[in-house]
């Protein structure tokens, strides 16, 4: 392909999004309208993709000074990237299979503007912030993080008392994990897993790792693909829930004797390490849905390996001492954007708009805000749901006056 024909496709996928993302688009004028973010320097470390593009050229378009880097060195759309570059004047530092020095170095590059304000997606513009440029510290007003991932490490820094700015927990708004880690990673892990493998659900033993909201989503899904689904859990409520849903539930060096695929997605390391490959089936499929590469042990993977070939574009065959094969998607790395296209259009669309939302609280309300991990305001939650229904052409009941007064007066019963 062409840099020319890149580039058209490139812009071709970010007008899709817009076409698909009123709720942002609805919150988007109205911070332009109120002149919030004017002037403001913005660091995005985001998986760098047609949604992710609309949700900086909305703060672009409010007029703030954007600069974005990839999360993830699998997870650019290359496309977009030189989109956002050359037809949207929007300095983006990212591409597909970037290396480590790479990664870093892109993240070095957003940190260059001096920005006021950080939206992270697994937390590592804070880290450097709060680590090798200590020193931008008081430029920073605040930051967003959008995955479970960055708000566990954001929620240590604060304990410690390491944290030195507020942060908004985006992950945990109602409008964001309820339907971005249920309905989002549900549907993009399959399309990353069918696009890497062509392999049919129906009739497989499918198990996922951690029942989450993002494992409901995954689990449910391979369940209405015909699937047997195996849950695997450390939280016992969690696990009696799996149970109560109508999945299996046992521990991962049960389940990897009979899955054909398993997909963690927990936020936590070590998910299927050496103890489980010792015993797992021949054939097995591994796919990663958590942010970081490390819920699938690879260096264990690699220790008991004899040869490792690439037998599909986004598949590595691993031959085991043992004689089994092991089959890993994307590297190990979040499947659903190295090797799909992420979440769908419509879920981004109500995640973006409460990013966007509260980057303009945090200069709104820069005064009264300490340095401490936040949620989302539940006005900010209601705001988007209602923007979303109006966009989805839906009206609701509102409650009487009568109906207000009753719910108030604890003297009245009947």
Not at 95 to 112: C, H, I, M, P, T
Not at 271 to 296: M, T
Request: proline content about 2%.
């Amino acid at each position: 392909m062409s840099s020319q024909q890149l580039l058209e496709k490139g812009i071709n996928r970010i007008e899709w999004a817009r076409t698909h993302m009123e709720v942002l688009g609805q919150l988007g004028k109205s911070i332009k309208d109120n002149g919030t973010l004017e002037g403001k320097t913005i660091g995005m470390a985001l998986h760098v993709e047609a949604k992710t593009g609309i949700l900086a050229l909305t703060l672009q378009e409010a007029g703030a000074k954007i600069r974005l880097a990839s999360c993830n060195p699998l997870s650019t759309d290359d496309s977009v990237a030189l989109a956002l570059n050359e037809e949207y004047g929007l300095e983006t530092f990212a591409k597909k299979g970037e290396s480590r020095d790479e990664y870093y170095s892109n993240l070095e590059s957003v940190l260059a503007l001096n920005p006021q304000l950080t939206v992270d997606d697994g937390g590592d513009l804070i880290f450097l912030l709060h680590t090798k440029h200590r020193d931008k510290l008081p430029n920073i007003i605040g930051g967003n993080e959008e995955t479970t991932t960055g708000i566990i490490r954001l929620k240590a820094m604060e304990a410690e008392g390491k944290l030195e700015f507020p942060v908004f927990a985006v992950n945990n708004a109602k409008m964001k994990h309820l339907f971005d880690n249920r309905y989002g990673t549900g549907q993009s892990t399959f399309d990353g897993v069918l696009t890497a493998t062509n392999l049919t659900i129906a009739g497989s033993i499918f198990v996922v790792a951690g029942y989450g909201w993002c494992g409901r989503g995954i689990a449910t899904r391979a369940q209405g693909m015909g699937a047997n689904v195996i849950v695997t859990e450390i939280d016992p409520v969690k696990a009696v829930e799996a149970r109560m849903d109508g999945f299996r539930v046992m521990p991962m060096a049960e389940a990897v004797k009979e899955a054909d695929f398993i997909v963690s997605v927990t936020g936590c390391k070590d998910i299927v390490r050496l103890e489980h490959l010792d015993y797992i089936k021949d054939g097995c499929v591994l796919a990663n849905s958590g942010h970081f590469d490390n819920e699938i042990c690879t260096s264990s993977l690699e220790e008991i390996t004899v040869s490792k070939t690439r037998v599909r574009e986004h598949v590595e065959e691993y031959k085991l001492k043992n004689g089994k094969r092991i089959y890993l998607l994307g590297e190990g790395r979040l499947v659903n954007l190295a090797v799909g296209q992420g979440h769908p259009v419509e879920i981004m669309d109500m995640s973006f708009a409460i990013q966007a939302g509260c980057a303009e609280r945090l200069v709104t309300h820069r005064e009264e805000l300490k340095a401490k991990v936040y949620d989302v305001p539940a006005e900010m939650d209601e705001l988007v749901a209602r923007l979303k229904l109006k966009a989805m052409g839906v009206t609701i009941d509102t409650l009487s006056e009568n109906q207000k007064a009753y719910l108030c007066d604890w003297k009245e019963g009947t």
